[in-house]
């Protein structure tokens, strides 16, 4: 098999080498120095798999539950996708590589590896490139997290969720919360400083003294990144269907809303940067891949029901489109057998609707929107002119929820948690000063 | 002479020229509604069978005054009227008798479906009578005091009343309540116990009530099954033994009384008259007493209960009259018609209705404002009691403030809105005219009148400018089975009421007369008194009059900013109930802010309830990658535009819906 013939020794170098390039790359965005408006030619590439081994009770993602997987044909379509979404968008190189899900955990290596190997042919897959895998704690993951350590990837995100049996049982997972901590421990062993692991908040009779609790626990034995996401019902799950009937308490939103304050003080005393609402780092070691999202730059989506916004080669003036690819996995195989790809809808990005992209992505990270930045989206009106008049604006300056200065626009720590209120206040000022911005002359045709 | 009942009620007509405007723009577009439609076709089968071809038209010179009865059938709501005047109508041969004769004269879906008449209709039936042929003119009358005018009206041209108990149930609020009417107005009065074929019906017990509450012997009232028609046929015979003809002359100048008035969306307006004096007939020039206006006569005939033409109507008959009057405002109920150059003295007892429940009504969505608009105007055009006027209020956009006649009138406009022009609309807490007696002088002339009548909460003068304030008032009658007594007074207590009168009208059922402040049994009190009797008690009102009374402005603050919307004018003693209600309601329909809200009833500076709103601590989406994007700036972009519409209260932004649920009349949840 092509894949596996991936030398281990690249792999290996790639964990030191990426883990460099993050943080190079990190600098060169806070300093700004290094912006050459947003490139087209590179782009960070999200592959989606699509099976679970059981349901989780607050998923509704994309994901199938299958009797048993055409792993080979599944393989092929993903490397076929690849290399036709590459070949479209013209991308000469991939600047990380996230395996999500679904559980891609339970792909096999060789298909990680696969996928892998055709983007490094089809545009340029450098050595020091982010490559993520979600991983679930098993009972025991050693050799199957070095397979994959061999196959490419060099970070993992492991989906913990909690260190509480109780929880997890309510949550649907199939691990335990020692299964937890041994699959991290192992996967910090070889990958070291470069695992991250999810924390949920807010679940249906959680109390924060003993949520802080695992936290701490977490805190004694983590690796460099931990993301707290709080539980959100959604409609079609077992759990928003258990609150619906009342069989199970409602969460408290105020008591969701004191574990994440607890939760992120705590991080912060830990030497923890919260880089992103829900996301923390220390030691440098953010997740490049989604910075690039935050960052509104380029990412393609492979994969069943994967997104992605990217501006197809030789498109006129660069412009961007959203994709999403056919949602169910054998429908979608089927078009990627007949077309190349299973993109199911392509819809044009306008710009205005890319600013406000920009704003609402970026403003979910510590440093914001600087002018630079923005700069890059929309040249002719800055932060200023959007912003710095409006009293709506004023009042949340000073009400310390939000920064405006030379830097660019940001939350505070305390806007941060509220982003979402903010967000209806700008995004109505953005659209008003597009409207009444004085037209620049039709480019180009 | 007849006396027209001039008993001094809040009713009468005044119809706003906005809707003197529908009624015009009705004309130019029919759209029948299902009952009227059908209606409108038994009506032109009439025209092609009855009047033209079957028969001449009916002449009535031959129904000399003395071989006339004019009657009304009044009683508590479901004890058998309008099963009555179906057999009725079936013995004198006005109508077939079929299976499907059920409440004929009851042409309204709300009619039939709420057991009550909310139209006054009229039927004229001939009846064989040892060897005589006499006409008999039934004039149904709106079983609910809310439309007290409309039964005075109908009354009035009566000189006689069926007086329907149910042998089950005995008399009930209602049954005083009209019997009073019908006393008053000086009518005979036949009593008839209908029923009697239930197995739990106790006539004798009946009659007992009879004889103790209203004095008349038992001997004189009739048991009868109008459902099974036992006994109807001595109901004939009593309305003729019993009721004296009317007193009229044939000879004098023409005198109708227009006792109620319909609109034909093709023949125009049709007033149902009582002659009191002359004759009438096609080409006939007449005179409305009350607007002056000139009309010829271009139909006159009788009810049976549709219309069917005649040559003439004459003294002391009844029956309806078409002279190219284009809206319902030419034909005020209570108005005096004369020949042109023969002037009368008009009857007196015209009065303007006075609406005693106002109502915001809103669309519930601004879209829909014409469509709701037409609506109105549509049910106006034949339902002048309830006044129209232009509203806006700031959270819910355009509407009209109603006034209405009650609380039943109002709820049936809101249920004939919606059945019949599938209208759904916001109706706001009902609310009582206040009065405030002014002591400024500076208001005085303002106002021109020391007097004045406060509808809006917003025009409520300071008490530093009145001498006194005044509420409206009404007499209410319960009648209970005993073992409720003590909880039916606790309820009155509640509601400011004080006793009037308590009578044990047999021996387990008491009546119980208090004095209500309106206000008070607007909302929710027969409700209350329903559960808390099991449905057993029943209660009526009348009006009293006004009392003096202590009332207060109570605004509604948030974060100390006044909500215009919320304003409202509540008795001293309920001030802290009412603003604690609100408050709640409020607290639990705000969207929580990014900064705290206090919410607060407040009377003058004094704030007498209290609740918060805290702030939003938290409100980030948790998960924002590549796949989440699309969605979430849908998400927000809708949020943005959706608080765009919000109404800004200093920087709070509060929800239609908050105003919705404070406003919207509690009675429905």
């Given at each position: 098999m092509r894949a596996m013939a991936l030398p281990g020794a690249r792999a290996r170098g790639c964990r030191a080498a990426a883990k460099m390039a993050q943080r190079r790359r990190y600098a060169e965005y806070a300093r700004?120095?290094?912006?050459?408006?947003?490139?087209?030619?590179r782009a960070a590439l999200y592959v989606h798999w699509?099976?679970?081994?059981k349901r989780c009770s607050y998923c509704n993602f994309n994901k199938y539950i299958p009797r048993g997987v055409e792993e080979a044909a599944m393989r092929s379509c993903l490397v076929t996708e690849a290399r036709t979404l590459l070949r479209l968008s013209?991308?000469?190189?991939?600047?990380s590589v996230f395996f999500g899900?679904?559980?891609?955990?339970?792909?096999?290596p060789s298909t990680v590896a696969a996928v892998l190997e055709a983007v490094d042919q089809a545009a340029h897959l450098p050595a020091d490139s982010e490559v993520t895998l979600e991983a679930n704690p098993t009972s025991a993951p050693g050799s199957r997290l070095a397979a994959f350590g061999a196959a490419g990837v060099n970070r993992l995100s492991i989906g913990?969720?909690?260190?509480d049996d109780t929880e997890l049982q309510l949550l649907g997972r199939t691990h335990s919360a020692r299964d937890a901590l041994q699959t991290l421990a192992e996967a910090r062993r070889l990958f070291p400083g470069r695992v991250s692991v999810d924390l949920m908040l807010?679940?249906?009779?959680?109390?924060v003294g003993p949520w802080l609790g695992q936290l701490r626990t977490l805190l004694g034995c983590c690796d460099d990144h931990i993301s707290l996401y709080q539980l959100s019902l959604e409609r079609g799950t077992a759990l928003f269907t258990h609150v619906q009937r009342g069989t199970l308490p409602a969460p408290d939103p105020e008591l969701a809303a004191a574990m994440y304050q607890e939760g992120r003080a705590m991080l912060r005393e830990a030497?923890?940067?919260?880089?992103?609402v829900s996301n923390f780092a220390r030691n440098?070691?953010?997740s490049t891949h989604n910075w690039t999202y935050w960052q509104c730059g380029q990412y393609l989506g492979i994969g069943p029901g994967a997104h992605g916004r990217f501006a197809p080669h030789g498109a006129r003036s660069h412009t961007r489109e959203a994709r999403i690819q056919t949602l169910e996995p054998d429908n979608w195989m089927k078009e990627v057998m007949r077309?190349?790809?299973?993109?199911?809808r392509r819809v044009p990005l306008g710009r205005l609707e890319l600013l406000e992209e920009v704003l609402a992505m970026g403003l979910r990270?510590?440093?914001?929107?600087t002018h630079q930045h923005w700069g890059q989206f929309?040249?002719?009106?800055?932060l200023w002119d959007v912003f710095g008049v409006s009293q709506e604006v004023k009042v949340l300056l000073v009400q310390g929820l939000l920064l405006l200065d030379h830097r660019g626009l940001r939350c505070s720590w305390e806007g941060l948690a509220v982003l979402d209120c903010l967000l209806l206040t700008l995004l109505p000022l953005l659209q008003e000063a597009w409207a009444q911005r004085t037209p620049s002359p039709v480019q180009g045709g | 002479m007849w006396t027209p009942v001039?008993?001094?009620?809040?009713h009468g007509r005044a119809l706003t020229v906005w809707a003197a405007a529908a009624a015009h723009r009705g004309l130019l577009k029919p759209r029948p509604t299902p009952t009227r439609e059908a209606a409108a076709k038994s009506r032109t089968l009439d025209r092609l069978?009855?009047?033209?071809?079957?028969?001449?038209?009916?002449?009535?010179?031959?129904?000399?005054?003395?071989?006339i009865r004019n009657f009304s059938i009044i009683a508590h709501v479901d004890h058998g009227k309008s099963t009555l005047a179906d057999r009725l109508l079936e013995l004198t041969g006005?109508?077939?008798?079929?299976?499907?004769?059920?409440?004929?004269?009851?042409?309204l879906q709300v009619e039939r479906e709420r057991g009550i008449t909310v139209k006054a209709q009229t039927a004229s039936l001939f009846y064989n009578c040892e060897g005589k042929q006499y006409l008999l003119n039934l004039i149904d009358t709106p079983g609910h005091v809310d439309f007290s005018y409309e039964v005075s009206r109908s009354l009035s041209a009566?000189?006689?009343?069926?007086?329907v108990v149910d042998a089950?149930?005995?008399?009930q609020a209602q049954t005083v309540a009209n019997f009073f009417l019908a006393f008053e107005a000086q009518l005979s009065i036949i009593p008839v116990i209908n029923?009697?074929?239930?197995?739990?019906?106790d006539p004798e017990r009946v009659e007992k009530q009879i004889e103790k509450v209203?004095?008349?012997?038992?001997?004189e009232c009739i048991k009868i099954s109008a459902k099974l028609g036992t006994n109807v046929e001595r109901v004939l015979q009593a309305v003729i033994k019993r009721i004296p003809p009317?007193?009229?002359?044939?000879?004098?100048?023409l005198k109708a009384l227009v006792f109620d008035s319909t609109f034909d969306q093709y023949r125009g307006v049709i007033a149902n008259v009582a002659l009191f004096d002359g004759v009438v007939s096609k080409g006939d020039k007449i005179v409305s007493a009350h607007t002056k206006k000139t009309y010829e006569v271009n139909e006159v005939g009788v009810l049976n209960p549709n219309e069917q033409p005649t040559h003439k109507l004459y003294a002391g008959q009844v029956g309806y009259l078409i002279a190219?009057?284009?809206?319902v405002t030419e034909a005020q109920i209570g108005d005096t018609l004369y020949l042109h150059k023969q002037p009368v003295e008009p009857l007196p007892g015209f009065k303007s209705a006075k609406p005693m429940v106002f109502a915001g009504m809103y669309p519930i969505?601004?879209?829909e404002y014409n469509n709701l608009k037409s609506a109105v105007e549509k049910l106006t055009i034949n339902d002048s009691s309830v006044t129209v006027h232009r509203d806006s209020s700031l959270a819910l956009g355009a509407g009209w403030r109603l006034g209405f006649l009650g609380l039943l009138h109002m709820e049936v406009f809101n249920q004939r809105l919606e059945q019949e022009y599938n209208a759904s609309v916001i109706l706001t807490t009902p609310t009582v005219p206040y009065k405030a007696v002014l002591s400024s002088a500076k208001l005085i002339k303002e106002y021109r009148e020391k007097e004045i009548t406060i509808i809006?909460?917003?025009?409520?003068?300071d008490k530093s400018k009145v001498t006194e304030y005044l509420e409206p008032v009404v007499l209410g009658t319960i009648i209970t089975p005993d073992e409720y007594t003590g909880k039916v007074m606790m309820l009155c207590q509640a509601r400011r009421a004080v006793q009037k009168n308590m009578m044990y009208i047999d021996q387990n059922r008491v009546m119980l007369k208090y004095l209500f402040p309106l206000n008070e049994i607007v909302v929710d009190f027969y409700d209350s008194l329903k559960s808390l009797s099991s449905g057993y008690a029943s209660f009526d009102y009348e009006d009293a009059g006004y009392q003096t009374a202590e009332l207060v402005k109570m605004d509604i603050l948030l974060n100390g900013n006044p909500v215009e919307e919320l304003v409202t004018i509540v008795h001293k003693d309920k001030a802290h109930s009412v603003g604690k209600a609100v408050c709640e309601r409020l607290k639990e329909s705000l969207p929580r802010q990014l900064f705290e809200i206090a919410v607060q009833a407040a009377v003058g500076s004094k704030i007498i309830a209290r609740e918060t709103v805290k702030a939003y601590r938290k409100n980030v989406l948790a998960k924002c990658y590549g796949g989440d994007i699309t969605r979430k700036m849908k998400l927000l972009k809708r949020q943005a535009e959706g608080k765009k519409k919000l109404r800004k209260i200093g920087n709070i932004e509060v929800p239609k819906d908050a105003f919705i649920k404070v406003l919207r009349t509690q009675c429905d949840k």
């Open positions: 700004g120095s290094q912006s050459r408006g947003p490139p087209v030619s699509p099976y679970c081994e013209g991308v000469q190189r991939v600047e899900g679904g559980t891609p955990s339970l792909a096999s913990l969720q909690s260190l807010g679940l249906p009779a959680q109390k030497g923890f940067r919260q880089y992103e440098g070691a953010l077309f190349g790809h299973g993109t199911r990270t510590d440093v914001g929107i929309e040249p002719e009106l800055s | 001039g008993r001094g009620r809040w069978y009855s009047s033209a071809d079957r028969k001449e038209k009916i002449d009535l010179s031959r129904f000399s005054v003395e071989n006005t109508i077939d008798k079929t299976k499907n004769n059920k409440q004929v004269l009851d042409k009566c000189q006689g009343v069926l007086l089950n149930e005995g008399i029923k009697v074929d239930l197995k739990n019906a209203f004095d008349i012997p038992s001997d009317p007193k009229v002359h044939r000879k004098n100048p190219g009057m284009k809206d969505d601004q879209s809006n909460p917003a025009q409520f003068p």
